[in-house]
Nanobody, 124 residues
Framework: QVQLVESGGGLVQPGGSLRLSCAASGGDFFSSNAMGWYRQAPGNEREMVALMTSLGEATYTGSVKGRFTISRDKAKNTVSLQMNSLKFEDTAVYYC?????????????????WGQGTRVTVSS
């Protein structure tokens, strides 16, 4: 059974920093697929924050570029998100995500696995 367990959320003042971590277990596909972070603020849809491919290529949503840094340890099946210069609008529940791509002949399927979420609140 695939499990993604996040840690590191909390309350922080604007301009502060937090580091989120996620440990994945129960699968043998993590190191060969992308992992990353999404977030969902109240009243908003879930959005991608940062993703890192198995080759170490990182993608960020525009609003966090230059402030957030994603990293992963493929050997340990962990992914982290260093968040600096936090803003009020970064307040959300952050979800760890692991993707799995399977192929069978011409058929390609993509699956998403999610953690339970960790809350980040930026407030003065």
């Amino acid at each position: 059974q695939v499990q993604l367990v996040e840690s590191g959320g909390g309350l922080v003042q604007p301009g502060g920093s937090l580091r989120l971590s996620c440990a994945a277990s129960g699968g043998d596909f993590f190191s060969s697929n992308a992992m990353g972070w999404y977030r969902q603020a109240p009243g908003n849809e879930r959005e991608m924050v940062a993703l890192m491919t198995s080759l170490g290529e990182a993608t960020y949503t525009g609003s966090v570029k230059g402030r957030f840094t994603i990293s992963r340890d493929k050997a340990k099946n962990t992914v982290s998100l260093q968040m600096n210069s936090l803003k009020f609008e970064d307040t959300a529940v952050y979800y760890c995500n692991a993707k799995r791509k399977t192929t069978s002949g011409m058929r390609v399927d993509m699956y998403d696995y999610w953690g339970q979420g960790t809350r980040v609140t930026v407030s003065s």
